[in-house]
């Protein structure tokens, strides 16, 4: 699975308004800030899975980015609302990928931005890459849209 929304992934959809600060002297948003967003939309779908990332650190998994990609379709202006939609599409031993598309609530057909992240899994005691625990497997598990 690259980049396509399996039907039945759960997907978390939050927003965010653009801020001034997310922008540049053109009032257009910064191509680094969609980094920003696409974390944001990363920890609202932990959260929606029960499951903040601050809680994975207490259990002593840390997850660090080892990949970051953004596709630039057409550019967010101060004052929007972005719409962010936020997935897993991949699960490996001890990586997974989430998706992201940001685009106007008022025009759901139409990406602006579209991008993904991997994050790997790393044991906090030994900072050693590890297997994903079975207790986040489940949180990630794609198909689980309850």
């Known amino acids: 699975m690259t980049g396509k929304k399996d039907k039945n992934a759960f997907a978390a959809l939050s927003q965010h308004?653009?801020?001034?600060?997310?922008?540049?002297?053109?009032?257009?948003?910064?191509?680094?800030?969609?980094?920003?967003?696409f974390e944001r939309a990363r920890d609202e779908y932990l959260r929606q899975r029960g499951l903040p990332y601050s809680a994975i650190e207490e259990r002593g998994i840390s997850t660090p980015?080892?990949?970051?990609?953004?596709?630039?379709y057409s550019s967010f202006r101060y004052d929007e609302i972005i719409a962010m939609e936020c997935w897993v599409s991949e699960i490996k031993r001890a990586s997974f990928r989430f998706e992201?598309?940001?685009?106007?609530?008022?025009?759901?057909?139409?990406?602006?931005?579209?991008?993904?992240?991997?994050?790997?899994?790393?044991?906090?005691?030994?900072?050693?890459i590890c297997k994903i625990p079975a207790w986040m497997l489940e949180l990630l598990t794609v198909g689980k849209n309850d």
């Open 100 to 128: 992201y598309r940001l685009f106007l609530p008022e025009n759901p057909e139409e990406t602006k931005v579209s991008g993904y992240t991997v994050l790997v899994t790393l044991n906090k005691a030994d900072q050693k």
């Open 65 to 72: 980015l080892t990949e970051a990609y953004a596709h630039y």
């Open 17 to 37: 308004r653009v801020l001034y600060a997310d922008t540049d002297a053109m009032g257009i948003v910064y191509n680094g800030a969609y980094f920003r967003f």
